[in-house]
């Protein structure tokens, strides 16, 4: 995906690969093969770009270092940070969804996180919606890139009502009606505007009573890209993802990117 967009948008490439000093030794024998064996496959990596028909600007860094940190650093360089998710055990996703997390928590630009997933023909992009400042940065991105690409920008907005064990007889029909109302005056209020700056883009609207996880989800199953936000913040809560980017980016139904507020 990175080499395609690159191409698609005339933008530069550089490849980081990282060799993570954690399950090193500190001796300097350890480390020296180490970065030689990070070039050697960093190398490698830019001979399969030139090999696979990239023509444009390509550059590449190799370091020993914690992944993580030596993410973070390339972000502040970068206009996206592309990550593709590991195959494999169980075990070996949830590492890697961990470090997926973390990548998205701590960069400094959007961050891309690519499965393995087949896309359904013209699927569209899909985007949560809940009224945030972080959703709006979402919004305006997912439509940027609905549009791009040719295919309809669906916004989805989640709800639930609260579930209080034995006052389930309070949510009347009338207090439900009222919920998806408001639901819908987010959901224009969340894509208004978009008509006018895209007038060829079509937009799709669903309202879905269920967690915000499940239905990202399941409205992304073989989508081109889901789109969601996070709220950047700053000192030792910025390592915090929200909650609903965490469960997308561990379920992963299609590409993922996370863009910051």
């Known amino acids: 995906m990175g080499l395609a967009r690159a191409t698609e948008r005339g933008a530069d490439v550089e490849l980081l690969h990282v060799a993570d000093d954690s399950f090193l030794s500190e001796?300097?024998?350890?480390?020296?093969?180490?970065?030689?064996?990070?070039?050697?496959m960093l190398a490698a990596e830019i001979?399969?770009?030139?090999?696979?028909g990239f023509t444009g600007k390509v550059t590449g860094t190799a370091v020993v270092g914690h992944p993580i940190s030596e993410v973070e650093e390339a972000s502040r360089r970068a206009d996206l940070l592309i990550l593709g998710a590991h195959s494999g055990s169980r075990l070996a996703g949830s590492f890697f969804g961990t470090r997926a997390v973390k990548a998205a928590a701590t960069a400094h630009c959007p961050v891309a996180v690519i499965p393995k997933t087949d896309v359904r023909p013209n699927a569209g992009v899909v985007v949560g919606i809940d009224g945030s400042e972080a959703s709006k940065v979402a919004i305006a991105y997912a439509a940027e890139e609905a549009s791009f690409r040719g295919v309809p920008l669906v916004a989805v907005y989640a709800w639930m009502p609260p579930l209080t064990p034995g006052l389930e007889y309070l949510w009347s029909e009338e207090l439900v009606d009222s919920q998806r109302s408001a639901a819908e005056e987010a959901i224009a209020i969340g894509v208004a505007g978009l008509a006018e700056r895209y007038p060829d883009l079509v937009i799709q609207r669903e309202i879905v009573?269920?967690?915000?996880?499940?239905a990202l989800v399941q409205a992304a199953e073989g989508a081109e890209l889901l789109v969601v936000g996070s709220r950047g913040r700053g000192g030792l809560t910025r390592l915090l993802l929200g909650s609903v980017s965490h469960g997308v980016l561990q379920a992963l139904p299609c590409p993922v990117i996370v863009t910051r507020a």
């Open 209 to 214: 009573q269920a967690p915000p996880v499940a």
């Open 27 to 40: 001796s300097v024998a350890f480390l020296s093969e180490a970065q030689q064996a990070s070039e050697q």
């Open 47 to 52: 001979e399969h770009a030139r090999n696979i």
